[in-house]
C-alpha cells in the first residue's frame, strides 16, 4: 500500500461575513484578495513546506500537493514551486501532484519542461498527476469551458509524447499548435514520471484512465458511488484486456488524530471549513461547473452515479453538531485516538480496496500545533498498522505491482 | 398570421428558421436567449416583410458543424446559411449577440446586406465601460439587470420564466453552452470589428439602445454609430437591454421610420 499526506493548504484569517459580503457570496474566485495578508501567507507557506518535510520523517510514502485559483482554500495556486522545494528539501518520499490542471495552461510544453527539472531534481521521485480543474480555474485563466476535456486530452497527448518522443517533433492540434517541440532536458523517470488521475468520479474520465492504465484516486467521493465508479474503471479495463487490482485505484481520505476521541471530534470539525472555506457558504454552481464545462452526457451520468449516494456529505452536511457528528458517524470524515481511527480505516479499505490512501491529515482551521500532534501519532501508531492492514487486505500499491 | 417551421440543412447541419410574412427579406437573429420561436415582434416585422427567424448553429434547435467553435467561424458560417435559403440581399436585423453577428456578417459581405438594424448589439469593446459578464453574473443575475423595469416587459416570462419543462431546461442550458463557446474570449466583442466597420457606407444602418442598458453600455451604440458612415443611432429613456421588450411602442416608432420610410404604418 502507497500512503501519502495531503492538505490544501488553507488560508482562514477572515469571516463569514467577508464571504456573503462578496461578488455573488462566493469564498472562490471573486472573494477579494483584499482580505490577504502577504505577512501571514509568508508564515504559512513555510509552516506548510515544514509540515510537509517533517511528513517525511512520519513515514509517508507521498507527499501530496494540489492547485487551486482564486481562493484561500486552497493556497497553491502554483503547485509546481512547492514541489520543486519538496524535491530539494526531501530525499525519500515521492512528490504527488494531484494535479496540474492541464486545460489552463497556454503552453504544456513548459509544464512538460518543469515537471521534468522537478522529476531530476528529486531524483525520479515525481508523480504527475493531471487534472481538469474545477470550473473556478477556467474562469481564473479566462479558459473556454467548453474546451476543457478536448484541452486536457490533446495537452496530455502532447506532454507524454515530448516526454517519450525524441525531439524535435512539430504538433499541429486543434487546441495547440509548436513547430519545434524539443526541450532539451527529459525527466529521469523512463518512460516518464507515473501518471495517476485524481476526480470525483466524471464518468469519462474514469473511462479514460482505464483506458490508459491510470491509477484513479477518488476524492473523498462517496462510498456507495465509489464502488459504483470502480465498475465503471473495470468495465472499461475488461474492454482493453485487463482486470485493474488496487494498484488501479486510490482514495484520499480527511483522517485526524488526536490523544483521545473527545480531542479528535473537537479539533477535526475544522475540516470543516476547509475546501468549503470559513461558514461554508454554498458556491454558485456555475462558478464549479460553468456552461460546456462538462458534457452534457457526462453530467447526466454523473448525476445518474450519484443518485446512489449516501449522505451525509462533509461538503454539503450541516455546519452544527448534528450535522458534524452525523459525518463523523458515517465516516466521511474520520477522526478520533489512533486506535479508534484504525478500526476506521480498516472499514474503509475493506469496501474501498485501494492501494493508494491519501490521509488529509488536515485542513480549514485545524492549526499547526494539532497538525503536528496529529502527524507524530501517525509516525507511531497509525501508519504502522495502515502498512500490516495493507498487507493482510491484499491491497498492493502502484509502485507494487503495475497499474 | 401564418408562420412555418422549417429546416435548411448547410455544411452537414441541419438549421432550423421560423418564416412568416410577405415582402423583402428581414432575417432576425436572436440574442443569447436562443430562438424563443414566432413572437409577437416577429408577427408585426412580418406585416411588411417576410420574416426569417433562424437558430444560430448550436444553440437549441439547430446543430454546429464540428469544426464550427470561434464568433468568426459563426459569421462566415451565417453568411452560407443565407446562401442555401436563396436570400442574395436581406435586410439583418439583431438583438445583442444577434446584432454583433449581422455587423460581422454585413463587413464580411456588405453587398448581401439591404439594411442594416442593431439592437443594442455586442461585437464592439467601450473605451470607458464594460460590456457586462453576463457568466459572471449568472442567468439570475443577469435577468436582473437587464431590464429598467421588468413590469414593463409582456414576454418576460418566455424570456425569463421558470423552465418548466425539461425540454426547456435542455434547451436553456444548450444555449449556455453555445454563448459560452462563441464568446467567451475575447468577451463579446471583435477587435478588428471597428475598423471594418467603414466599409458599410453604402448600408444604410440604424441602431437602437435602451439608455440605462445596463449588459452593453450606450457608449457602444455611439461607437457604432462613429463607425458606421451615415449610421442614425436611436435611444429610448427608461428602458433597459431589451426595447423590442420592454418598450414595444418606442421600439416600433424608430423601427418603422428606418424600415418603411415611404408609408406610415395604420
Known amino acids: 500500500m502507497f500512503i501519502m499526506r495531503f492538505t490544501e493548504r488553507p488560508y482562514v484569517a477572515y469571516t463569514e461575513d467577508d464571504v456573503r459580503n462578496s461578488f455573488r457570496s462566493s469564498v472562490r474566485l471573486t472573494f477579494s484578495n483584499t482580505h490577504f495578508d502577504p505577512k501571514l501567507g509568508a508564515d504559512l507557506y513555510n509552516q506548510y513546506l515544514d509540515e510537509y518535510e517533517f511528513s517525511e520523517e512520519v513515514g509517508f510514502d507521498g507527499l501530496m500537493l494540489n492547485e487551486h485559483h482564486n481562493t484561500p482554500t486552497c493556497m497553491g495556486a502554483t503547485m509546481n514551486l512547492e514541489a520543486a522545494i519538496l524535491a530539494r528539501m526531501t530525499k525519500k518520499p515521492k512528490i504527488v501532484l494531484l494535479g496540474n490542471p492541464l486545460p489552463i495552461f497556454e503552453n504544456p510544453i513548459r509544464l512538460a519542461e518543469e515537471l521534468a527539472e522537478i522529476d531530476m531534481i528529486s531524483r525520479g521521485r515525481l508523480v504527475s498527476g493531471f487534472v481538469r480543474g474545477t470550473g473556478i480555474e477556467s474562469w481564473a485563466t479566462n479558459t473556454n469551458p467548453v474546451h476543457n476535456r478536448e484541452r486536457f486530452e490533446e495537452a496530455h497527448d502532447l506532454i507524454i509524447k515530448t516526454w517519450t518522443t525524441p525531439g524535435p517533433f512539430r504538433w499541429e492540434g486543434k487546441h495547440y499548435q509548436f513547430r519545434v517541440v524539443n526541450p532539451f532536458e527529459t525527466p529521469l523517470q523512463k518512460p516518464h514520471p507515473p501518471i495517476w488521475i485524481p476526480g470525483v468520479g466524471s464518468p469519462e474520465t474514469l473511462e479514460w484512465c482505464a483506458r490508459h492504465h491510470y491509477p484513479y484516486i477518488y476524492l473523498e467521493t462517496d462510498p456507495q458511488v465509489t464502488v459504483s465508479m470502480t465498475d465503471l474503471y473495470a468495465k472499461a479495463a475488461a474492454e482493453c484486456g485487463y482486470e485493474p487490482g488496487p494498484q488501479n485505484f486510490g482514495y484520499l481520505w480527511r483522517i485526524h488524530v488526536q490523544d483521545t476521541d473527545e480531542k479528535a471530534i473537537e479539533v477535526g470539525k475544522g475540516f470543516l471549513t476547509g475546501n468549503a472555506g470559513i461558514g461554508r457558504v454554498p458556491l454558485p454552481g456555475d462558478f464549479m461547473a460553468p456552461a460546456g464545462y462538462n458534457s452534457r452526457e457526462g453530467s447526466k451520468r454523473l448525476l445518474e452515479q450519484y443518485k446512489h449516494a449516501l449522505r451525509p456529505d462533509p461538503l454539503y452536511g450541516g455546519v452544527d453538531s448534528a450535522g458534524w457528528d452525523a459525518v463523523v458517524e458515517s465516516n466521511r470524515i474520520v477522526v478520533g485516538s489512533p486506535k479508534t481511527v484504525v478500526k476506521k480505516i480498516r472499514q474503509g479499505l475493506e469496501v474501498f480496496r485501494p492501494g493508494i490512501l491519501g490521509v488529509w491529515s488536515n485542513d480549514g482551521t485545524i492549526g499547526h500545533k494539532d497538525t503536528m500532534r496529529c502527524l507524530q501519532l501517525m509516525k507511531d501508531e497509525v501508519l504502522p498498522a495502515i502498512r500490516e492492514m495493507g498487507k493482510e487486505l491484499g491491497l498492493p500499491g502502484p509502485f507494487e505491482q503495475a497499474p | ?266
Open chain 2, 1 to 266: 398570421m401564418a408562420y412555418e417551421r422549417k429546416f435548411v440543412t448547410v455544411g452537414g447541419a441541419r438549421i432550423e428558421y421560423f418564416v412568416g410574412g410577405s415582402g423583402a427579406p428581414m432575417v432576425w437573429l436572436h440574442g443569447t436567449e436562443g430562438n424563443l420561436g414566432w413572437l409577437p415582434l416577429h408577427e408585426e416585422l412580418a406585416r411588411d416583410f417576410t420574416v426569417y427567424v433562424p437558430t444560430h448553429p448550436g444553440f437549441a434547435g439547430s446543430e454546429r458543424p464540428p469544426w464550427l467553435e470561434t464568433f468568426l467561424d459563426l459569421s462566415r458560417f451565417y453568411l452560407w446559411i443565407l446562401q442555401e435559403l436563396r436570400l442574395p440581399k436581406a435586410i439583418l436585423a439583431g438583438h445583442f449577440i444577434g446584432g454583433w453577428l449581422a455587423a460581422e456578417m454585413a463587413v464580411m459581405s456588405p453587398s448581401t446586406v439591404a439594411r442594416l438594424f442593431l439592437i443594442d448589439a455586442a461585437g464592439v469593446r467601450p473605451r470607458e465601460g464594460e460590456i457586462t459578464d453576463i457568466f459572471l453574473h449568472g442567468s439570475e443575475g443577469t435577468r436582473r439587470l437587464s431590464f429598467v423595469d421588468a413590469k414593463q416587459v409582456a414576454d418576460y416570462d418566455l424570456l425569463f420564466g421558470t423552465k418548466s419543462t425539461p425540454e426547456a431546461r435542455e434547451a436553456h442550458i444548450i444555449n449556455r453552452e453555445a454563448v459560452t463557446r462563441y464568446c467567451w474570449k475575447p468577451y463579446m466583442h471583435d477587435p478588428s470589428l471597428p475598423p471594418l466597420l467603414e466599409r458599410l457606407r453604402d448600408v444604410p444602418t440604424m441602431l437602437i439602445w435602451g439608455r440605462e442598458d445596463r449588459i452593453v453600455p450606450m457608449e457602444c451604440g455611439e461607437l457604432y454609430r462613429k463607425a458606421i458612415p451615415g449610421a442614425q443611432l436611436q435611444v429610448i429613456d427608461r428602458c433597459g437591454h431589451f426595447p423590442h421588450l420592454e418598450k414595444p411602442a418606442e421600439f416600433w416608432r424608430a423601427a418603422s421610420a428606418f424600415l418603411l420610410p415611404n408609408h406610415r404604418r395604420d
